[in-house]
């Protein structure tokens, strides 16, 4: 395959959000480059540990709502195109303490959009569903819409379509470093240099790496998951176990039932709150890590609560308000980037492709990302320099 130097969009990190930007891109017939550091794909960003939740009840903010009714298009459209299944449903169940903002906001975003959806309390929710034992008081949301996706598959398939439309991609090569020519963006690799019209940033928790004024905003964070053998496997398949999202004295929590990894899948949001640098984070797993996810689910799922089958550290992105970080750099009209997902955002990542494929092509895009408009921080990131 031959390579070029000159492309009309190179995009930084081949992650969950690069892989669906170089697709979108390509399918708007653009000459696109992404460069990855690592594998495609790799465990050792934000995308690691082979599924993640998908819902339509979205309690950060109902206006995520009309985002993520595209991703699920997106993603059905991209599942039928590589001809495996990448979306499964269980429905999903967003509980809490009577008055928690879990349950009162995911209720929020249903009733404001119409969605189906069935109000719970906690006797209710385990009697329907047995591998849950949440108190009888708790309040949830089950709505029938969510699940879960298949994060590397996905990643896979985002890049093999975007081969197939002509899109070149390289693993194990660094971006180094990139700089706003006259009319051209230079992208500086540790193989070699690169010219293109656009710059697309996707490098998930080395964001501030590569953009150093996000510094303050999108900051990496240590999170740990682990897999527990069900004592009483039927009541944790896809079809018995909707994931879920629960806010309980120890904190909030999430979970999946057994796929592809024997046991049920549980992570606590924030783990620790370990924040720090991406390239020194720290890998090792410790009891402790191991621990609380256990202690957990012993306590709200007695009978997922054997042994532990595999634990994995994976990185969150946060923003000091815990919404997206989508648009144009501020002082390159050129470059354009996609950080601080905030432990949500990867049930996206098939919009945030077609929003950067928008923002590169059209220097717009007709979805609503106000939210996520990188200004809302500018005080803080103009602490951080020049670019
Ligand atoms: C434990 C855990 C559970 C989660 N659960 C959910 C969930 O259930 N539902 C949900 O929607 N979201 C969830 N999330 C959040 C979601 O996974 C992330 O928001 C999403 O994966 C972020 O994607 P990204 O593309 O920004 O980062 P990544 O997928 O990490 O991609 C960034 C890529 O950029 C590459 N890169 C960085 N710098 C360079 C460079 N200099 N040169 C070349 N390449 C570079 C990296 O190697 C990496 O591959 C979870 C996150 C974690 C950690």
Redesign the pocket.
Known sequence: MSSRSHYDTIV???????SAAVYHLARRGQNVLG????DIP?D????G?MT???RLSYHEDPSYVPLVIRAFELWRELQESAGEQLLHPTGSIHAGPPGSPIFEASLRSCREHGLSHEVLNGAEISKRFPGYRLPNDHMGVYQEGGG?LL?DRCIVAHVTAAQALGAEIHAG????DWEVLADKVRVE?DRSIYLAEKLVI?????AS??IPLLASVAVPER?V?GWFQPLRPKLFTPEAFPVFGLVAEEGRF?GFPVFGVPGVKV?KYHHFGEEGDPDELDRDLHSRDEDVLKTFTKRYFPNAAGPTMALKV????NTPDGHFIIGTHPDHAQVMF??G?????????SIIGEILADLAVAGETSHNIRLFDPRRFSSATREQGQR
């Open positions: 930084i990190g081949v992650g969950s959000m690069g460069i990855e550091q690592f790799n050792l960003g934000s995308s540990g993640r939740i998908i879960f994060a090569e660094k971006v180094l690799t996707a490098a998930g928790p080395w790496k590569q999170q998951v999430y992570g994976c990185m969150f992105t996609a950080a997902f905030s432990g949500h955002g990867f049930k996206f990542s």
